[in-house]
């Protein structure tokens, strides 16, 4: 009996063991349950971040804009949201793998949220691990 | 009198404005390291990262977030960004240099040396880089592969990892510029 539980404890403990393993060892980081800390539209972002360097980066954010552009640069599936008629910044969001059939249908003028993670900005702001929370 | 007058208005006349001076711009460019060890290959790319070359000046700068990086695991980000790079206190990594007897007017390919500063880490190290430029209709492809020293960046590897991760980095690049206006 002793020995049955001891057997029992050890796969027990191997799985919690090999979940943790996975999830520190995870390649892609699913944004889809987490919430956005905020929302913001295309150009506020692109203009808070001009403006201030306290930003958190590393948190979720939603973003509504008007597509730009799609492109598959380097590989990557990658949506640029435009800001303001006057900027000449963009929202580059580098979209996660899940989301190619959704981006199949979006063009160019069409308003969409996306939520990912924010990097930061250099010309444009960086996003990455997007997707598609809603497109009109 | 009339003469000076003739040679002032002749002069106003052909007057024209500075040229601009023409820049592209690329926004998407991609950066990618590798470290090959008998213990370990680690890779990561970053596919956001932004260039811009003074085609007249022939300088190029090159900006990048080092927490854009994508890994193979997510452990090895966390090791990259929060106990060697530290990205929180040093956010972006920049180069800055010049593309030496680089000729705009050559269509097609013309392989050249970029000589510039490497800042990461908030540690600046001078680097010549064998670059290929090809030029197809005012846009611009610009790539190579460098090696550089963990060592020159003042980067911390505990002894325990030491093993892990190569004294020398292979670092490729690949840039696609388009035309901007400033």
């Known amino acids: ?136 | 009198m009339i003469r000076i007058l003739v040679i002032f208005l002749l002069m106003v006349t052909n007057a024209k404005p500075p040229k601009a001076t023409e820049k592209v711009i690329a926004r998407q460019g991609k950066v990618s390291f590798f470290s090959y060890t008998s213990v370990e290959d680690i890779k990561a790319e970053n596919n956001q990262v932004l260039s811009v070359i003074d085609i007249d000046k022939k300088e190029i700068a090159v900006r990048m977030l080092m927490n854009a990086f994508i890994f193979e695991k997510a452990l090895m980000r966390e090791h990259f960004n929060e106990s060697y790079l530290e990205s929180d206190i040093y956010p972006k990594a920049i180069f800055e240099g010049e593309i030496v007897d680089f000729d705009p007017t050559i269509d097609g390919e013309q392989t050249r040396i970029v000589k510039g500063v490497f800042t990461m880490h908030g540690k600046s190290k001078a680097l010549e880089i064998k670059t290929k430029i090809v030029k197809q209709d005012n846009n611009y492809m610009v790539s190579g592969v460098f090696e550089t020293f963990v060592k020159d960046y003042d980067i911390n590897i505990p002894p325990l990892l030491a093993g892990n991760i190569a004294k020398s980095i292979s670092v490729e690049f690949r840039f696609e510029y388009q035309p901007y206006e400033d």
């Open chain 1, 1 to 136: 009996m002793i020995r049955h539980f001891s057997f029992l404890y050890r796969i027990v403990f191997g799985c919690f063991a090999l979940f943790v393993i996975s999830c520190k060892y995870a390649t892609n980081q699913d944004i889809s349950a987490i919430a956005p800390k905020m929302s913001y539209d295309a150009g506020n972002l692109i203009a808070t971040l001009q403006t201030t360097k306290e930003y958190d980066s590393e948190t979720v954010i939603a973003v509504t804009g008007i597509v730009h552009e799609v492109n598959t640069i380097n590989n990557r599936v990658t949506i640029l949201l435009k800001g303001n008629d006057e900027q000449e910044n963009y929202i580059i969001c580098d979209m996660d793998s899940n989301q190619t059939h959704k981006i199949k249908t979006i063009q160019k003028g069409d308003s969409l949220v996306i939520k990912g993670l924010l990097k930061g900005m250099l010309k444009d702001v960086i996003m990455l691990n997007c997707i598609i929370v809603k497109s009109e």
